[in-house]
């Protein structure tokens, strides 16, 4: 009886183990990867701010972004490809969305500029309408970059660890 117990119990880690743990990454969202802070205000009325850990994986045309409270709580998990977009919260069905444009702009009220954010996390100081590079260095991880058009205004800040 004891052997049975045991075996159903290692059954039952196993099993919570592999819930507990996050799916691998599609094969198109496995290239370049960046992990460290992420801060953005929405100068909405009220105005709207956001402050987790991120980990991006792929480029601007399939991807995903995990989202994380600096305690390690899943926040979101937001997925990318020529099919569309979609988010995923803890607990909630996987909403879909025609483009990451879209997403961000429901979510945060402002479209976040995706393909510049890449090559900007890489070092390329690409061009965003509405957008300006306040404070880049992809050399030590730092990036702040504003929109100022359309309103309402838009702070982003980043920093991670850059790749070797």
């Known amino acids: 009886m004891r052997g049975d117990r045991r075996r159903a119990l290692g059954w039952v880690a196993a099993l919570l183990a592999g819930c507990a743990t996050p799916p691998p990454p599609p094969p ?14 929405v100068h909405s009325d009220p105005p709207q701010r956001a402050n987790a850990l991120f980990e991006l994986r792929g480029d601007p045309q399939a991807g995903e972004l995990l989202l994380s409270s600096p305690l390690g709580q899943a926040l979101a998990h937001v997925g990318w490809d020529a099919g569309g977009a979609w988010l995923q919260r803890p607990g909630a ?13 429901t979510l945060t009220g402002a479209a976040l500029p995706l393909a510049a954010l890449f090559d900007w996390l890489q070092g390329r100081p690409t061009e965003a309408p509405g957008w300006a590079r306040i404070h880049h260095d992809a050399a030590t991880g730092r990036l702040h ?13 980043l920093t991670w660890t850059p790749s070797p």
């Open 28 to 41: 198109e969202a496995a290239g370049r990867r960046w992990s460290g802070r992420l801060a953005l205000t």
């Open 93 to 105: 069905a996987r909403e879909p969305y025609p483009d990451m444009a879209v997403l961000t702009e």
């Open 145 to 157: 970059a504003q929109r100022t058009a359309p309103t309402p205004l838009v702070d982003l800040r």
